[in-house]
């Protein structure tokens, strides 16, 4: 049994992933699933790191997994509090000197230029970017789970970190993603990370639009580990 702490990204609600924590509940795994403060905008990124690892329970090191935004985070809970491995879901990953606005100027591909900007809140929007690959019969929820974070703090900020943490890594691409760019996240987990990058199909949402397949890959990383 393996405890799985998984973070949504500046999106989304905690709820987003209600869909993935049932399928590793059934199969006896612990989830934790953390609420980022959305209110905060001026809060650094060591605010955001604070509140993960507030939802982490006492024991042993949790797998973190951290979509989109919230990979920016992901490094600085693993320097604090040792975690069995980060995955990295279609997310950003931090520099250890460079602000997240440093990073976009440092790497212009990262970030689908269409996406730069937008409001999910819009439902057209969200239908385009993040929700194109979800069944019909999904959407209703997939809306529902919207929740914007203001982080312009953190944006701006040098990462905090001294120095990268001794922590095992995987990232998983969506090979469809419409948001962070899949030729990005590929050339980062192997340059960055020095890991060669898992793909799942689809667009920037798994847990919504393929929760049992993201569930089954997550114990898979375990499995692996």
């Known amino acids: 049994m393996a405890t799985f702490v998984l973070v949504h990204g500046s999106t989304h609600a905690g709820r987003a992933w209600d869909w993935v924590r049932a399928e590793l509940e059934r199969q006896q795994q612990v989830v934790i699933t953390p609420v980022l403060p959305a209110d905060e905008p001026d809060a650094g990124a060591g605010r955001y790191a604070d509140a993960i690892l507030d939802s982490m329970p006492d024991g042993g090191p949790a797998i973190v997994v951290a979509h989109s935004a919230a990979g920016w985070f992901l490094p600085i809970v693993a320097a604090q509090r040792p975690v069995k ?4 879901l279609a997310a950003v990953v931090p520099r250890v000197g460079m602000s997240f606005l440093d990073l976009m100027q440092a790497e212009p591909d990262m970030l689908n230029p269409a996406w730069i900007g937008k409001d999910p809140r ?21 809306h529902a789970t919207i ?9 701006v900020e040098k990462c905090p970190l001294a120095r990268w943490p001794n922590a095992p890594s995987s990232y998983i691409v969506c090979a469809e993603d419409r948001t962070i760019r899949p030729e990005w996240s590929r050339r980062i987990a192997r340059s960055q990370l020095g890991i060669e990058p898992i793909e799942i199909e689809g667009g920037h949402c798994p847990y919504i639009s393929r929760p049992e397949e993201l569930a089954r890959l997550l114990l898979n990383i375990d499995d692996e580990r």
């Open 85 to 88: 491995r980060m995955v990295f």
């Open 147 to 155: 929740r914007v974070i203001q982080a312009r703090g953190s944006m």
């Open 122 to 142: 819009i439902e057209a929007v969200a239908n385009e970017f993040l929700f194109h690959d979800c069944t019909p019969d999904k959407l209703a929820f997939a």
